[in-house]
């Protein structure tokens, strides 16, 4: 009996200790949380009343930006063919960056009809060309 009572005092402590911890632990998951929404609402807000109110602004924003990334990517897959083996045969050499502009220049197209159907309203056509527009990019650019 003794040794059961001396088990259950020892026990006592560590809970509290315990339900402190998952206390501070929760604590910390609400702060991060109240953070991260709050920045959403710093970034997203002057986002959208920009969108709201100079629509055709934004729209050539989106449109620049969609273009910067394209660039980006095409300069990454520059920067891989460039830094093949010197043994490669000159053919392949200059065909791979022809690849490479050629995929750049269909997501280009798919880009491009994605924003303007958008802009016309056509959701349905938008809703396709992106489905397109996200598979030929995974399909070029995250291949291994």
Do not use: C
Request: proline content about 2%; cysteine-free; aromatic content about 16%.
């Amino acid at each position: 009996m003794k040794q059961a009572q001396h088990t259950e005092r020892n026990i006592i402590p560590h809970l509290g200790e315990a339900y402190y911890r998952l206390g501070r632990n929760l604590l910390q998951i609400a702060f991060y949380a109240f953070g991260i929404g709050t920045v959403a609402v710093i970034v997203s807000y002057p986002l959208w009343f920009w969108a709201t109110s100079h629509r055709s602004s934004f729209s050539l924003f989106v449109l620049l930006v969609l273009i910067l990334l394209l660039a980006r990517f095409m300069y990454r897959g520059f920067s891989r063919q460039s830094s093949l083996n010197g043994d490669q045969e000159r053919g392949v050499f200059i065909l791979r960056p022809l690849i490479v502009l050629l995929k750049s220049f269909l997501l280009l197209i798919f880009g491009l009809s994605l924003f303007l159907s958008l802009s016309q309203g056509r959701w349905a056509l938008a809703l396709l060309i992106g489905v397109l527009f996200f598979l030929a990019f995974g399909l070029f650019y995250l291949k291994r």
